[in-house]
């Protein structure tokens, strides 16, 4: 049963799929549970909890009635995508192999927590994507 779990709406679907179905095996031992590279939608699941989703931005739009708006906002970031990992610096080179565009290397974050580590990346859509060790 899917109680929580985040949905990224993206523009770039089946980039996405692909980064996140490669990454999310090895970082959070998810596998696929629904959807596929076509879209609109996908899903990743540990055990049988959702973990992550995907939706085509555009499919949503038309649902919401804000299909007329602009699909980008030019502001900070609204939303991010947080992986708690092992290795931290192992994660970040795999993400990076996998499409994700590099924002912050890996580095220790003592004003964040005492043993905190982490590292930022860019899914193919511009998500933010944290992974963190503590």
């Keep these: 049963m899917d109680v929580l779990h985040p949905r990224l709406l993206v523009t770039r679907f089946a980039e996405c799929f ?4 490669a990454v999310l095996p090895e970082l ?8 596929g590279a076509s879209g609109p939608y996908a899903s990743w699941d540990v055990g049988d909890e959702g973990v992550l989703a995907l939706f085509d931005r555009a499919a949503m739009a038309t649902v ?6 602009p699909a980008e906002l030019p502001a900070q ?3 991010m995508f947080v992986s708690r990992v092992a290795d931290v610096d192992a994660a970040f080179a795999f993400c990076l192999r996998h499409g994700a565009e590099a924002v912050a290397a890996p580095a220790d974050r003592p004003e964040w927590g005492p043993t905190l580590r982490n590292a930022l ?3 193919p859509d511009g ?8």
């Design 18 to 21: 692909a980064f996140y179905d």
């Design 77 to 79: 970031d609204r939303a």
């Design 28 to 35: 959070a031992d998810a596998h696929l549970a629904r959807g």
């Design 127 to 134: 998500t933010l994507v944290e992974l963190q060790s503590y």
């Design 121 to 123: 990346v860019r899914d």
């Design 64 to 69: 919401a009635g804000t299909a007329e708006l």
